[in-house]
C-alpha cells in the first residue's frame, strides 16, 4: 500500500494533537498510531520526533504551507 496524507487532525483542550485522520479514511488514527506508521514511511506528509525531554510527537513535513499544519487542522490557532 502506497504512503498516505494526514488530512485532518483533532486536539485535546490543551491543545495537543490526539488524532489524525488519514487519505481514504473517515474514522480518525490515534496519534500514537499515527507516529509508529510515519516511522516505517506509511505517511508521506509527516513524521515523528522523538527528542530528548520531550514528549515525543507528529509533525507535518515542512513545505511553507499552514494549512497542513497539524494545530491548523485542528482549528487550534
Not at 11 to 18: F, Q, S, V, W, Y
Not at 19 to 28: A, D, I
Not at 39 to 67: E, F, Q
Request: aromatic share 2%.
Amino acid at each position: 500500500m502506497p504512503p498516505r496524507k494526514v488530512v485532518d487532525a483533532r486536539a485535546d483542550a490543551e491543545g495537543d494533537i490526539t488524532h489524525v485522520r488519514l487519505e481514504g479514511n473517515t474514522r480518525f488514527t490515534s496519534v500514537e498510531k499515527a507516529m509508529e506508521m510515519a516511522d516505517r514511511g506509511d505517511i508521506s506528509n509527516a513524521h515523528s520526533v522523538h527528542r530528548r525531554n520531550a514528549k515525543p510527537h507528529l509533525r507535518t513535513n515542512p513545505d511553507g504551507k499552514r494549512s497542513n499544519n497539524l494545530d491548523d487542522m485542528a482549528g487550534d490557532t
